[in-house]
């Protein structure tokens, strides 16, 4: 029920946000952007993209949430599917709104000018995406054991996230999307500082 009414809740924030778009961007000395976005474009590209790295995010915090006792990555853990879940309503909203398929024939990426990478390896489809092995590897711990690999796995999750947003806010041309982008990059660059802390605090560190 929470997950569905976030994303109930996001469909309706992508209407208000629309709407407030071109006023926002035009007092803050950004011109919006004129038609609505092509299939091809960064800012569907973005959208498309961006909702299935969101997903997996959200599925590995409900995971570890069930996997430890530990109240501050259960809390980590929760705010970031709730946020991310909230996100993810909007990006494809904003399709339904340009009237442009949620999927697409082209790779992953592509938008951004890397659509002629190899494919990820054992599902994982974007870069900094964890593999399917990885996902039943973190259903399988608990504990300390669980918290940590949770932490890595987010913290390159973040990356491919943070180097994805960065892409749209140079590429994209809608300017409520590029904000979200923004917003983005900003709190999941906090985050990754903080599950920095939090491994530290466990003895250990993020992955190179």
């Not at 974007?126 to 990885?134: K, R």
Request: proline content about 4%; charged content about 20%.
């Amino acid at each position: 029920m929470r997950r569905a009414f976030a994303g109930l809740a996001a469909g309706a924030a992508v209407l208000a946000v629309v709407a407030a778009g071109a006023a926002g961007y035009a007092a803050g000395g950004e011109e919006p952007a004129t038609g609505t976005p092509t299939a091809e474009s960064a800012d569907a590209g973005f959208a498309r993209d961006m909702a299935v790295h969101h997903q997996q995010a959200v599925e590995m915090s409900y995971i570890v949430r069930d996997r430890t006792k530990d109240t501050e990555v259960r809390r980590l853990a929760y705010d970031i599917a709730q946020t991310q879940a909230n996100q993810r309503g909007m990006l494809l909203g904003w399709l339904d709104l340009w009237g442009l398929p949620k999927v697409s024939a082209d790779p992953p990426m592509t938008w951004m000018g890397m659509g002629g990478m190899p494919p990820g390896q054992d599902g994982a489809l974007m870069p900094g995406m964890a593999t399917n092995s990885e996902l039943r590897e973190l259903g399988s711990l608990s504990g300390k054991k669980a918290e940590v690999f949770y932490l890595r796995l987010m913290t390159e999750h973040h990356r491919g996230g943070v180097h994805m947003a960065e892409a749209c806010v140079e590429r994209c041309s809608v300017a409520p999307e590029k904000r979200l982008a923004r917003g983005m990059v900003a709190a999941q660059q906090s985050e990754i500082q903080l599950m920095a802390d939090m491994l530290k605090a466990r003895g250990a560190q993020a992955r190179s």
